[in-house]
């Protein structure tokens, strides 16, 4: 039940980072992969590291913040690759500013890259899943979906409003067959995170508030990505997975 064998799985913001790893392991459970990314550069060197030979993989490069380019790269997909049956709304950015320092054009970028962007593609591929009767769409939400923390105002609040916006895809299409869900990753060791990762003091904090006294490894979100993904979460609907070895369990 596990098995995304003959599924393929679009994954925006793949070319880095934890979307990078999800592709890989949604590939390695037998879906092709779309990746998606802006930079056409960075993305055909992702699609390049990870071709084995063994995994099925596709590159679409769009703005999916950008209405016009979603719907034409989604079109062109659906045409051209086949239809999508599973899509990660992963793609995001961050700022970290004091918010009376937060330039506004800062604030924007964030909420546009994190809530619009998974609102226009959400939207746009549910399009195609409802005249099948059939979908997967995953949203990577974040503590900061439940927690604030200094700093990462426009973060936190986007990624607040995309664990409602999960619960609204979930509300208007499960109907349809279409299972939308969250997945929360805890404080990870990525491109996002070095600079946190590189301060000694948010690294100890980090070691002491999580239950787990780690930071978690792109790869240990797989296996969660998968079960949402496929046929094992068929009745899961509007569920927030959070993968963060216990930071939320424990105050
Ligand atoms: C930060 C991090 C975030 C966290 C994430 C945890 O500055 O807080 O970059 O991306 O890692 O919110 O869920």
Sequence with gaps: MFSLEGKLALVTGSSRGLGYSMARGLADAGAAVVLNGRDETRLAEAKSSLDNGKRTLHAKAFDATDSAEVEAAIEDIEKSIGPI??????AGIIKRAPMVDMPE????????????????????????????????????CSLTSEEARNTVSPYAASKAGLKLLTQSMATEWAQYNIQVNGIGPGFFATELTVPLQNDPQFDGWIKTRTPAARWGDPDELIGPAVFLASEGSSFVNGHILYVDGGFLATM
Excluded at 85 to 90: A, D, P, T, Y
Excluded at 110 to 132: C, E, K, S
């Design 85 to 90: 049956e599973i899509l990660f709304n992963n």
């Design 105 to 140: 054009s800062d604030w924007r970028a964030v909420v546009d890259a994190n809530l619009t962007g998974p609102f226009l593609v959400g939207r746009t591929v549910a399009r195609y899943m409802i005249q099948r009767r059939h979908g997967k769409i995953v949203n990577t």
